[in-house]
């Protein structure tokens, strides 16, 4: 374009911009006026309880925050343009002054191209500077242009640096992306994503894309997010908010089993176990086991009657709730409710009369009927359950070896169950025993990330509470570093219950450079697992090596690292070993260089102190890793936390090293 019409043009989309602003402005004041006056429209109290929630909901979904581009793109499909945004806009007459990114039409910005143009003749990319809008860039299809990912302003969105908690990809998501947000609601599926491929917001917008797509259904089946680490959490939290949901449950696995406080430890060996399958079966044999066949009839007075339950029919009773495969407090239900029945039926044909409700509950809760309960379908709790199995684990017979046994053995058993000291893992049996006991509350789709890391056990919890929903299961098998991280998807989306979900894999990076890559898949033949190398199409990254002669002088020469990457705009992250971190947060407090932990997202520090254990799911602009021998010598699977701290780096890496570093970082 000539430059003037270039001026005249971009003048037209700044004034679309400020007029789409404006119109938000005004669908947020008709929904807080309409929240403030709920209580006068609404024709009753529940009405107007559940209109005053919607429109609070309303007017969260409508904020506007004047940073963030309120459209990112354009589309002009015959006579008509189309501005595609993070939300719907109208104005006052209901005419689309923005389309929401999930809709339909929308789809064509991601997926339109030279070779299937789906009508599109222009699609327009907008530059934005703190929400200003600064340029843009056109491809005409319909003339055989399309810049793809050489597009300066595509390329300049996903290199910008960041500080702060992560941002959404509407404005930049690629078309292998874009077909995965877009999966249906039934269909669960695996990402296995490289470092820098986008994964976790591919997760993160298939929720956005679905809530947009079934809002009522998940309005009430509800979606979950599942995260490694609550820094993991801190870093994703406003995404979803960014694209006008609010309702998501978030949450890390330990909380989502939180049943009781844990107040005990255990073994590396115990931890292992607990996690184990096998535990699952031990814990459903050692309940099951305590359903005994009645041996002596029911006597129940009534008044001037009595009846009586012969030994048969409470057989078949017991017999027949055992065969329909109920949740084993659903059972004991069902066998007082049938007893109650036949002395009813009893009851109906010496008298005449139908029982009254009253008399319905006394006869349940009466001796003879409670103490047969207790002999052959006693109450149990998840906690009385674990207990016993924990004080006594030879219940659980050739499943466990007796060196297994002995491991999980409590060596102080509680003199009673309140007083049990539970651990991290006890709190996994407890969830899986609550779950044999009552049907858990399934969520109508799971997003779980850092999915490498479950255990078969945690891998259950998860599949009870999405039983009858769908999962996105994100991760990286070669960032696996938990003793039972797995090696074949497959096996994890057995546990599960997902065994059919498609493992598809995301292989080209776009935040972390190639020189960065480059240096981490060196790691990956030592890493034990089948995963092919990442490729990244940046080329504008930094790489140094820096050994430091004297051990005595690498926290130092940290500090002047971390001097140097603030000359430099974006985050930075000092990541190192766990026992390293307090050492290094003192060096920079002595050197007045503000700092934050990785869980402070809204500190505004621009440096974060990492203990290498909790980076996993984290980007920085500058990463400065501090002495990868210790890395890797603090765990097992060293290696592999060494290849996840690397690649969190989106722009520079300095690694910093006094010992000789990891052999495969040394093979050329």
């Known amino acids: 374009m000539p430059a003037t019409e270039l001026d005249t043009e971009l ?4 004034t679309h911009l400020e007029s789409s602003r404006a119109a938000l402005r ?6 807080e006026s309409l ?3 709920g209580d006068k429209v609404a024709g009753d109290s529940y009405t107007a309880e559940q209109l005053g929630r919607h429109m609070a909901r309303r007017v969260k979904e409508l904020a506007d925050d004047p940073d963030t581009p309120l459209f990112f793109g354009r589309l002009d499909i015959e006579e008509s343009a189309y501005h595609v945004g993070r939300r719907h806009v109208t104005d006052d007459a209901g005419e689309p002054m923005v389309l929401d990114w999930r809709a339909p039409l929308s789809r064509s910005f991601y997926r339109a191209s030279v070779r299937d143009p789906q009508g599109v003749s222009t699609r327009r990319r907008f530059g934005f500077v703190k929400g200003e809008l600064t340029s843009f860039e056109d491809e005409h299809l319909d003339r055989g242009e399309e810049l793809g990912t050489s597009s300066r302003i595509l390329t300049a969105e996903i290199e910008r640096p960041r500080v702060g908690p992560m941002r959404d990809i509407v404005a930049t998501i690629q078309p292998e992306q874009d077909e995965l947000v877009r999966a249906d609601l039934a269909d669960s599926i695996c990402v296995q994503g490289a470092p820098g491929t986008g994964k976790t917001a591919v997760g993160l917008h298939r929720a956005a894309y679905l809530l947009y797509l079934h809002r009522e259904r998940l309005r009430k089946s509800k ?4 995260g490694p680490n609550t820094a993991f959490l801190s870093y994703i939290s406003t995404v979803l908010p960014t694209l006008g949901e609010v309702e998501v449950q978030q949450s890390t696995l330990d909380d989502l089993v939180d049943r009781a406080p844990v107040r005990g430890g255990d073994s590396v060996a115990a931890t292992a176990i607990k996690h184990d399958v096998r535990m699952a079966e031990v814990l459903s044999r050692s309940l099951w086991a305590r ?7 029911i006597m129940v007075s009534d008044g001037s009657y009595r009846w009586r339950i012969d030994i048969e029919p ?3 009773i017991v017999d027949e709730a055992r065969r329909e495969g109920l949740p084993y407090a659903v059972g004991r239900d069902r066998v007082r409710a049938r007893v109650v029945g036949l002395l009813q039926r009893q009851s109906e044909y010496r008298t005449g009369n139908s029982p009254s409700d009253s008399w319905l509950r006394r006869m349940s809760r009466i001796a003879p009927v409670t103490e047969f309960l207790e002999r052959c379908w006693p109450a149990v709790t998840p906690e009385s359950l674990v207990v016993a199995l924990l004080t006594d684990p030879s219940t659980a017979g050739d499943l466990l070896t007796g060196a297994e046994q002995e491991a999980i053995r409590w060596v102080r058993p509680p003199r009673t169950v309140k007083s049990a000291k ?7 049996l407890l969830d899986e025993a609550a779950g044999l006991l009552e049907r858990e509350t399934s969520f109508g789709h799971v997003v779980v990330d850092e999915a490498q890391d479950l255990s078969p056990m945690q891998a259950r919890a998860i599949a009870r509470r999405s039983e009858h929903g769908s999962i996105t299961l994100l991760g990286d098998l070669a960032q696996g570093t938990a003793p039972w991280a797995t090696t074949d998807w497959r096996d994890i989306l057995v546990h599960l219950g997902k065994p059919d979900a498609a493992v598809v894999p995301l292989t080209v990076g776009f935040r972390v450079p190639e020189v960065v890559v480059a240096l981490a898949n060196r790691l990956l033949p030592a890493l034990g697992v089948n995963v092919p190398e990442a490729v990244s199409l940046r080329r504008d990254g930094d790489l140094a090596v820096i050994g430091v002669a004297e051990p005595a002088d690498l926290d130092q020469r940290t500090v002047t690292e971390v001097t140097d990457a603030l000359a430099h705009e974006g985050s930075v992250a000092v990541i190192a070993a766990d026992p390293a971190v307090q050492r290094l947060r003192d060096r920079l407090d002595a050197a007045g260089i503000e700092h934050a932990t990785p869980g402070d997202v809204d500190s505004g520090a621009r440096v974060t102190v990492v203990p290498a254990t909790v980076v996993k799911g984290l980007e920085y602009d500058h990463v400065v890793v501090h002495e990868p021998a210790d890395i890797v010598a603090a765990e097992p699977k060293g290696l592999n936390r060494l290849y996840v701290v690397l690649t969190r780096a989106v722009t520079r890496l300095s690694v910093l090293h006094s010992k000789p570093l ?3 970082l040394t093979l050329s």
């Open 26 to 31: 005004r669908m947020r004041d008709r929904a």
């Open 223 to 226: 979606v979950l997010i599942v």
């Open 35 to 37: 929240f403030a006056t």
């Open 291 to 297: 359903i005994a066949e009645p041996t002596e009839p």
């Open 11 to 14: 003048a037209a989309e700044r």
């Open 662 to 664: 990891p052999e495969p």
């Open 422 to 428: 539970f651990s991290p893992a006890d709190l996994l």
């Open 314 to 316: 409470l057989r078949r």
